[in-house]
């Protein structure tokens, strides 16, 4: 299994990205999929997920009205539209994937698997 994060950059206050996670090696269409950040010194913490279906998109608080999770089952993609980015978004942003859940989705233990990060700096 192999996820592919991309899109990370330099972006001003207030600016938005858009990351992307491309899936293969799994049965995409069965796999829920998530997005994680960790930011320098700090541990890695839940960003946003959404199930097989693309129902029920799940966000924490801290990024609800900002941030939105989509995914493309055709193309084995899940998206991270960002806007309204604040320096306190400055992180390597992680996707992951699971096709089931024994603990919270926002566990970083939940993920069965890992894609490498993107790095996401906000300029004040």
């Known amino acids: 299994v192999q996820l592919q994060a991309s899109g990370g950059g330099l972006v001003q206050t207030g600016g938005s990205l858009r990351l992307s996670c491309a899936a293969s090696?799994?049965?995409?269409?069965?796999?829920?999929v998530g997005w994680f950040r960790q930011a320098p010194g700090k541990e890695r913490e839940f960003v946003a997920s959404i199930l097989w279906s693309g129902n029920s998109p799940y966000y924490v608080d801290f990024v609800k009205g900002r941030f939105t999770i989509s995914r493309d089952n055709a193309e084995n993609t899940v998206y991270l539209q960002m806007n309204s980015l604040k320096p306190e978004d400055t992180a390597a942003y992680y996707c992951?994937?699971?096709?089931?859940?024994?603990?919270?989705?926002?566990?970083?233990?939940?993920?069965?698997?890992w894609g490498q990060g993107t790095l996401v700096t906000v300029s004040s």
């Open positions: 992951a994937a699971a096709v089931y859940f024994r603990e919270l989705v926002s566990n970083t233990r939940a993920w069965q698997y």
């Open positions: 090696g799994l049965t995409f269409t069965s796999a829920a």
